[in-house]
């Protein structure tokens, strides 16, 4: 069998080529594609000032229902947990021993009545015999003085059957406020003492309801200062309007006022309290409930909407944000936060308006990396009483704006447009 061999050049010629050919092939793949990020770009909102204090709920007034006669309970006429009225009977004590000691007041008071006619017509006649001289004017003082002392007997047993009058009320126990009534303390056939001030029950109303918050005495004169200057109203239809985030996390659905600071320090904490007022016509309010209230202090017309998802925190609480420049490259910005309104953090500084800022792919950004920048999809905000998770603290206390929906849907709206130029 004959073997042809192929001549070495012929190889060498198809090997360089086959080279060739894979050069090209490399040098034609294409560049690897850019990193796409949804960004939002900023604009100054108007933002609510809001200091967020915790607080508990205290009733608008509280009633302690007491005997105050001695008696046995004869029955109970509530329901307990019921709304009763100012004057309605909620027990009824024995008033068997009243009706008698009324009687006895009675009947005293008419003879001592029957002895003042008496001394009067006494009088009356020793007045024409002295003056005849037919008795001496010892005799006639003698008859003034017993007159005094009747009339004094009549007075006194007038405010005897007031007192017994009075103390037969009592044994009609009415409630002396209108509000809801609590549990009953006695049950009938309880023996009650007006002298141990037995406690019977407890009214509360509860339409309106306090708010009593506690802050630290810096913060407490911060806000007097602001009320004195008047730019933080307590009365009248520009009061600081105060709002409760409940302890299941949503947001009251009533607005509060503020009434009043405490004027004394509370010497262990160094706090003092600030009194607000809530409607609260559907009982939702419960007096001992822990709340957060906050209160608008003013308006910040320089401050920044951020989504949450696009602030980072390092280990010492330094909050910072993703920035894509105008050569569309990652530039990491320190900024400040007051709070949060919304899914959004509250900037104080760091930013300008029109920065971009990435909320979407920060995980895939690097800091110098050259990105492609998109209008970012948020998920639209919570609804109205919806849970809220906004309890971030600012300067030692929290600071979380009220709703303000619309500052935060114009400051995202606006980053649409700039957003879809920056990708183009």
């Not at 594609?33 to 939002?40: A, D, P, R």
């Not at 007041?105 to 001289?133: G, H, I, P, S």
């Not at 009747?150 to 007192?163: E, L």
């Not at 405490?262 to 009194?275: A, L």
């Amino acid at each position: 069998m004959r073997v042809e061999r192929v001549p070495f050049r012929l190889i060498s010629v198809a090997t360089a080529a086959i080279a060739l050919a894979a050069c090209g092939q490399k040098q034609s793949a294409p560049p690897p594609q850019t990193t796409e990020v949804g960004i939002v770009t900023v604009q100054p909102a108007s933002v609510p000032v809001v200091s967020e204090l915790p607080g508990r709920t205290s009733a608008y007034l509280v009633a302690q229902v007491r005997a105050r006669v001695d008696g046995i309970v004869l029955r109970r006429e509530f329901t307990e947990g019921a709304i009763v009225k100012a004057g309605q009977r909620l027990y009824k004590i024995d008033p068997a021993p009243y009706i008698a000691a009324l009687n006895n007041a009675k009947a005293a008071l008419a003879k001592a009545q029957a002895n003042l006619v008496t001394q009067n017509a006494l009088v009356a006649r020793y007045k024409v015999l002295v003056q005849a001289n037919a008795v001496s004017k010892q005799d006639y003082d003698n008859a003034v003085s017993a007159q005094g002392q009747a009339a004094a007997d009549v007075a006194a047993g007038k405010a005897s059957v007031d007192t017994a009058q009075i103390n037969l009320g009592y044994t009609d126990v009415i409630s002396p406020v209108t509000g809801q009534v609590g549990i009953s303390q006695v049950t009938p056939g309880a023996y009650v003492q007006a002298s141990a001030a037995t406690l019977m029950s407890t009214v509360q109303q509860l339409d309106p309801m306090y708010v009593d918050v506690t802050q630290s005495s810096l913060e407490g004169l911060k806000l007097r200062r602001e009320i004195q200057e008047g730019r933080l109203k307590t009365n009248g239809p520009n009061a600081a309007k105060v709002s409760l985030v409940l302890e299941d996390g949503r947001t009251y659905a009533e607005k509060g006022k503020l009434q009043f600071t405490d004027v004394t320090v509370d010497q262990t904490t160094g706090s003092v309290t600030v009194r607000a007022i809530f409607p609260n016509p559907d009982r939702v309010l419960l007096p001992g409930m822990f709340v957060r209230a906050r209160i608008e202090e003013g308006i910040n017309n320089s401050a920044f909407l951020v989504p949450q998802v696009g602030v980072q925190h390092d280990q010492k609480g330094q909050a910072s944000v993703l920035v894509v420049n105008k050569d569309d490259k990652v530039v990491p910005t320190p900024i400040t936060t007051a709070g949060t309104q919304g899914q959004d953090w509250v900037v104080q500084s760091g930013l300008n308006a029109g920065d971009r800022v990435i909320v979407q792919g920060t995980e895939k950004a690097r800091p110098g990396d050259q990105v492609k920048p998109v209008a970012a999809q948020l998920p639209p905000p919570p609804k109205p009483g919806a849970p809220s998770a906004d309890m971030a603290t600012a300067s030692g206390y929290a600071n979380a704006a009220a709703p303000a929906s619309g500052a935060a849907s114009g400051a995202k709206g606006a980053s649409a447009a700039p957003a879809a130029s920056a990708a183009q």
